[in-house]
């Protein structure tokens, strides 16, 4: 049986490395094309993709998979089944025709909800106390394929959006694992969803790392953990992008002071007024400077007590 394997980040790994230590064949795996990246933009393979050619396996980058020549691509390989894992592009109706055992797409929430590409980013900013693994068959609608199984993962007052990528990509392949040979003997479950419980998880965009100081602290803090490790949230701070990247706690009363206003400057950090409640950073990045502890950067002195953040 040939296996085609489609995901890009970290989270898609364990599913495929899953599938190899199983004896599956994986005839090939597609992933998004390198990207440049830091700051010199050095064009950098998919974490997929270097997983793949550890194991001498066929890779295709087609930028755009519904182009009639990525469909051929993929039609070569003769796939009679197709996982995805956080591929990053929707599948078109002439691939999902392709394998007898139809496509399934490990997906990291418990749907109906969080639908789109950044489910367990969103889960967090939103303030979940728990996420999971969708395994699904995958349909033309945006993660609206039936339900095959779950798997319920709690979000951990700590955790960040790469802690839970780390739980959920482990959970995903345990949970692909156990329900590939039902799916293979047609003994597997298969669930519609309830579009009415659905909601939709958008890629994140420059705007979601803006901290709105108005809202309160608990959710500034879910939003600057739910940006981590990939971006962390920012500020405005003398007209320049000040980024916060940690926060370390949250205090229930506040000040009285305007939302944004710096409280106090410390060997803990920089604590902020919220629209309720205060927070207190503790890693920061000042514009044109390197990441640095909140405690390092108060010792410069350059920031001072009642000035606003914007």
């Not at 394998?99 to 950044?118: D, E, I, Q, T, W």
């Not at 394929?145 to 995903?172: C, H, N, Q």
């Not at 971006?231 to 939302?259: M, R």
Request: proline share 7%; charged share 20%.
């Amino acid at each position: 049986m040939n296996v085609v394997f489609m995901g890009t980040p970290q989270f898609a790994v364990p599913s495929l490395e899953m599938l190899l230590a199983e004896g599956y064949s994986v005839v090939g795996v597609i992933t998004q094309p390198d990207r440049p990246q830091g700051r010199k933009k050095i064009l950098t393979p998919t974490p997929v993709k270097e997983a793949a050619l550890n194991h001498g396996l066929p890779v295709l980058q087609p930028v755009r998979l519904r182009a009639p020549e990525a469909v051929a691509e993929v039609a070569a390989l003769e796939p009679d089944l197709i996982v995805t894992a956080a591929y990053g592009q929707i599948l078109p109706k002439s691939v999902l025709d392709l394998p007898k055992f139809g496509c399934l797409n490990v997906h990291g929430s418990l749907l109906p909800k969080y639908r789109g590409g950044a489910p367990i980013q969103r889960s967090i900013i939103n303030g979940e106390k728990e996420t999971g693994v969708t395994l699904m068959y995958m349909a033309e609608g945006l993660d609206t394929g039936d339900m095959i199984a779950k798997v319920v993962v709690p979000i951990e007052y700590e955790d960040t959006s790469g802690t839970v990528f780390e739980k959920l990509s482990t959970a995903g392949a345990g949970l692909l694992k156990e329900q590939l040979p039902l799916i293979l003997d047609g003994k597997a479950d298969r669930i519609p969803q309830n579009d009415e419980e659905s909601t939709y998880a958008p890629n994140l965009t420059r705007d979601d790392e803006r901290i709105d100081w108005t809202s309160d602290a608990e959710s500034i803090r879910n939003r600057v953990r739910g940006l981590l490790p990939f971006s962390g949230g920012f500020t405005l701070w003398n007209g320049d992008v000040f980024k916060i990247w940690e926060l370390a706690a949250v205090k229930e009363s506040g000040s009285g002071q305007a939302p944004g206003t710096v409280l106090s400057l410390s060997d803990k950090g920089i604590e902020v007024q919220a629209g309720s409640g205060t927070v207190l950073l503790t890693r920061v990045q000042p514009a044109g400077k390197k990441a640095m502890a909140a405690a390092e950067f108060v010792r410069g002195g350059q920031m001072k007590q009642g000035e606003v953040l914007s």
